[in-house]
Nanobody
């Protein structure tokens, strides 16, 4: 499996910004893509953004398009999630994950390597 470690969460006011990082290590052939998910209080885990390692293809949930940007640094094996114009509704634990198979997917069950999560809290 791939080992993933997130960092960068915290408390921010509405309209503010945060950048999350996800450092990957382990079986490199599994690292076709990286996804960010989040789980807010009383909610199911939902897809936020994804990126492929080789060509940097990106894809986003409609709720974050235009506000969040995912990018990666292949040399550091690290993916980032830049979050701007944050809203209280973005409050959640954010997880990065790697898929079981080399596909572009937004389905949580397609991912089998998960980080420990990092809390993002947006105050109004």
């Amino acid at each position: 499996q791939v080992q993933l470690v997130e960092s960068g969460g915290g408390l921010v006011q509405a309209g503010g910004s945060l950048r999350l990082s996800c450092a990957a290590s382990g079986r490199t052939f599994r690292r076709y893509a990286m996804g960010w998910f989040r789980q807010g209080p009383g909610r199911e885990r939902e897809f936020v953004a994804g990126i492929t390692w080789r060509d940097g293809y990106t894809y986003y949930a409609d709720s974050v398009k235009g506000r969040f940007t995912i990018f990666r640094d292949n040399a550091k094996s690290t993916a980032y999630l830049q979050m701007n114009s944050l809203k209280p509704d973005d409050t959640a634990v954010y997880y990065c994950a790697a898929p079981r198979i080399p596909v572009v997917t937004t389905t949580p069950t397609d991912f089998d390597s998960w980080g420990q999560g990092t809390q993002v809290t947006v105050s109004s």
